[in-house]
């Protein structure tokens, strides 16, 4: 069951007096005002105390009974075998096969998302959020259904506010990135398994580890270079066996001896990928490239050139530290500027239900929600992810699906009077005109719905 906290309504724990700098804490670097939840009175300090130590999402406890990544490994397995059971004892799939791993996605999606809804420490979360997008697994291909969650938990989580190179060592070697990208199936010619079974290379990792994950194609690699990285990665695959996360590591796979990437020699074995992953991890464009995508997200469209340089500069005087990243974002003039980013579909929903939580016991249907809005949870249709861009998310349909959608999801509310959501809700971002319309609301769900749709309540 979906569980959500209960809405104080009697209770305006800040109002209009919550000020611009306030609002654009909560709303541009976290997930949007909780009415139940106190605005700080030292919005940048606020935000710096969620750099520091573990991910609360980790100790909360909200994850605690989610299964592991091995976990989901052998979940689809067993699932793979009672469908080809059936099957050839001719039993027709429908009503008889009740397979575990969308099981588990929709109990990982679930906590993951009420977490969104519900955690004191939202820019935190966002930078959770933030680095699954940047390293993308799709729920669409590669029998990843049950693995994303273990994925996020497991590879992202623990590493945003630490180093680059720790994230990327673990999200190159989850096996839901080596099952979406296709690692588990690439053969080193020369190798054992290779000569004895005519199997080759799948490229996939080894491009995209370098091409979205790391350098960008601003370092120039050749075709050269994304072989032989993806030689390096062979042996590189999963056992449900090896709990936490499932990954291991075949030697008769792996493509016997050294490779050259990028100009750098590395040797064969396990090492070698590990050192050629680091190399990447920390090479100049890629502070560049991540630093273009991070002021991207909470700054601006078109990244200013000058916050795009201090961003790359805090990871590269620090080797890649990405609390230290996000901090010198908390630096940046532009990124205080309000109403400069449009709320993707799965940020407004949460954000939505931030400012007015449902009732005790209610469960909105929040994935088909997400699939109605045009972004489904974990199922971005290519390995770049969502898109962080305004032209993308604001055709007519798209903003029409979010109005029809707030105006049901408001009849399920019963908060405080909407007026009042809305100043806790955008303290002083909320627009005179915005107030005076949710005021002449015919009724509490028109009032909500004018503010769910406003401008200000779209963007962040």
């Known amino acids: ?269 396990q090492q070698g990928a590990i050192d050629a992953l680091t190399y990447l991890s920390t090479y100049p464009t890629t502070y560049q490239a991540l630093a273009r995508k991070l002021v991207r997200h909470f700054v601006a469209d078109d990244p200013p050139a000058d916050a795009v340089r201090t961003i790359a500069t805090a990871l590269s005087t620090t080797q890649g530290d990405l609390g230290a990243a996000a901090a010198a974002l908390l630096t940046l003039p532009e990124a205080w500027q309000p109403g400069q980013k449009v709320k993707t579909p799965v940020e407004y929903v949460v954000s939505v239900l931030r400012a007015a939580p449902p009732q005790p016991g209610d469960e909105p249907p929040l994935l088909p929600v997400l699939n109605k809005l045009g972004q489904p949870l974990w199922a971005a249709p290519l390995p770049n992810g969502w898109s962080d861009k305004a032209a993308d998310w604001v055709g007519s349909d798209a903003v029409l699906s979010r109005i029809d959608w707030s105006y049901n999801y408001a009849e399920r509310v019963q908060a405080a009077q909407p007026i009042d959501v809305a100043s806790q809700t955008l303290g002083a971002h909320l627009r005179p005109q915005t107030a005076s319309a949710i005021k002449s609301a015919g009724s509490p769900q028109e009032g909500l719905t004018l503010l769910f749709a406003s401008p200000e309540f779209q963007r962040r």
């Open 1 to 269: 069951m979906l569980r959500f906290a209960t809405f104080r309504k009697a209770e305006l724990v800040y109002g209009p007096s919550m000020d611009n700098i306030t609002a654009q804490a909560m709303i541009r670097f976290g997930l949007g005002a909780r009415p139940d939840q106190t605005a700080p009175a030292d919005a940048r300090g606020w935000l710096h105390s969620q750099l520091q130590g573990a991910d609360p999402g980790l100790s909360s406890g909200r994850f605690d009974d989610l299964p592991t990544g091995a976990d989901a490994l052998t979940a689809f397995r067993s699932d793979a075998m009672t469908r080809k059971q059936l099957q050839l004892a001719g039993t027709p799939l429908r009503g008889n096969f009740m397979p575990e791993t969308p099981k588990m996605y929709q109990a990982d999606a679930k906590a993951q998302l009420l977490w969104a809804v519900d955690t004191p420490s939202p820019f935190r979360e966002r930078l959770v959020w933030f680095w699954a997008n940047h390293f993308s697994i799709s729920v669409r291909q590669g029998g990843t259904l049950g693995l994303v969650g273990p994925f996020i938990r497991e590879a992202i989580r623990p590493h945003v506010t630490g180093k680059f190179t720790d994230m990327v060592l673990a999200v190159e070697s989850h096996p839901a990135m080596l099952r979406y990208l296709s690692n588990v199936g690439s053969v080193g010619p020369n190798s054992p398994a290779g000569l004895r079974m005519k199997r080759g290379l799948n490229e996939n990792l080894g491009r995209e580890c370098m091409e979205l994950h790391t350098v960008s194609l601003a370092a120039g690699y050749t075709q050269t270079d994304v072989t032989n990285m993806a030689k390096l990665l062979t042996g590189w695959s999963v056992d449900p066996n090896n709990q936490p996360t499932g990954f291991a590591f075949r030697p008769f796979a792996h493509e016997p001896g050294g490779q050259t990437v990028l100009g750098r020699r590395f040797g064969g074995g």
